[in-house]
């Protein structure tokens, strides 16, 4: 129901009281069938849309047509069958009910007037005046000029947004240009790959605090433990495992999706690694299998031209989404370090990181399936 029940039922009352009511209009209006058809043709349409391709209800889609469908359930209405008042009764009880389902439950006014192009350019002002020079900030999103925006009204400080032709290698230069700054304020909009996230939270693990708006997301993240943050990775080894220089492959670490929330949208695989010269073609696996019969569901790594680090300390990332079509539900996870360049090096943790299902960041409109 999307969080309108209370509208629906109400509606609902309203279309079956003239088959309770004594006086029902039964003449044959060609009209009602027009107005129900103008209706039941979009929704099938659109639902069935929603189900086989992308949802598209959300989109207002019933915006013209659903009006015709009360205009239908009044015309059953004989004339004069209710009076004034009662007229009137029902038609705030719809206004009422659908306003408190608009406000209330579907907070429409919070999605709509608290964007995450403008929040983030908020939260990162009130970081900033928190933590002055130890916090710096990156920004993803596909429309770049637009956080620009707003975020140059503000008096944020050593920040940067990185756009639809930014590229993996553009973080990773920056994290490895700003190594020794010990906070970091990270937004993205526009429903990004998890792998920027991922990235950011591989290298920042102590999560301070986490906001959500509509398709936009902001964390406040830390290198080093600090008072109300969560280490937000899991850590699959206990202890480092070293490549020597020509060793393509090594070990590699499982763990049961059972062990994931119901709701996990993305999971993303994270090797804290270290080494003494540049490394190249270095890439992380995921491998998703069947935890009965052990079969290979899913191979995904991380991008070629993304393996290329400095010497010292970095992390590779590698994420993945469930859907519809990959669910977590009796699956295991195999993940290991492809090491195609050869190089030495030392892992030194491998962990994951999840994230969840977020009403907010959907709209506040559940799946159809």
């Known amino acids: 129901m999307n969080y309108s029940e209370l509208f629906v039922f109400v509606v609902g009352i309203v279309i079956i009281l003239p088959f309770i009511v004594v006086k029902r209009d039964k003449s044959h209006n ?24 992308e949802p598209i ?27 004034p008042w009662q007229n009137a009764f029902v038609v705030l009880a719809i206004l009422f009910t659908g306003i408190s389902s608009l406000v209330m439950n579907r907070q429409h006014y919070n999605l709509m007037y608290h964007q995450g192009f403008d929040q983030i350019a908020v939260e990162m002002q009130n970081d900033q005046g ?22 140059a009204r503000t008096v944020v400080q050593n920040r940067i947004v990185f756009n639809r032709y930014s590229t993996l290698n553009d973080f990773h230069q920056w994290l490895e240009e700003n190594k020794n700054v010990t ?48 280490y937000a990775l899991t850590i699959l080894n206990e202890s480092p495992y070293s490549y020597a220089e020509g ?13 994931l929330p119901a709701d996990v949208e993305a999971l993303g695989l994270i090797a804290d690694i270290n080494s003494n010269m540049d490394v190249s073609n270095l890439k992380l696996v995921i491998e998703i299998h069947d935890a009965e019969t052990d079969s ?25 989404v469930f859907a519809d079509g990959l669910t977590p539900e009796g699956k295991t996870v195999k993940t290991y370090l492809w090491n195609e360049g050869r190089n030495a090096l030392v892992l030194r943790q491998m962990s994951y990181y999840y994230t969840q299902k977020s009403p907010i960041l959907t709209g506040l409109y559940e799946p159809l399936n």
Request: proline share 3%.
């Open 130 to 151: 928190e933590y002055g020079k130890k916090i710096h900030f990156v920004t993803r999103s596909e429309i770049g000029e637009a956080a620009e925006f707003y975020q």
């Open 296 to 320: 290979l569901i899913l191979w995904h790594s991380s991008q070629a031209d993304e393996g290329y680090f400095g010497a010292g300390h970095n992390v590779v990332v590698d994420a993945i």
């Open 183 to 230: 906070k970091l304020g990270f937004g993205w909009t526009d429903y990004v790959n998890p792998i920027w996230e991922v990235t950011a939270v591989g290298n920042y693990p102590y999560k301070i605090k986490q906001k959500d708006w509509f398709t936009s997301r902001y964390l406040t993240l830390s290198k080093t433990p600090e008072t109300n943050a969560e």
């Open 57 to 83: 209800l959300q989109h207002s889609t019933l915006i013209f047509s659903y009006p015709f469908f009360v205009i239908v359930a009044f015309s059953l209405f004989k004339n004069r069958t209710l009076s």
């Open 30 to 53: 060609p009209l009602r069938w027009i107005g129900l058809a103008w209706f039941a043709i979009i929704f099938g349409i659109a639902f069935g849309y929603s189900l086989l391709r």
């Open 247 to 259: 060793q393509e492959w090594g070990k590699a670490f499982s763990f049961s999706c059972d062990s």
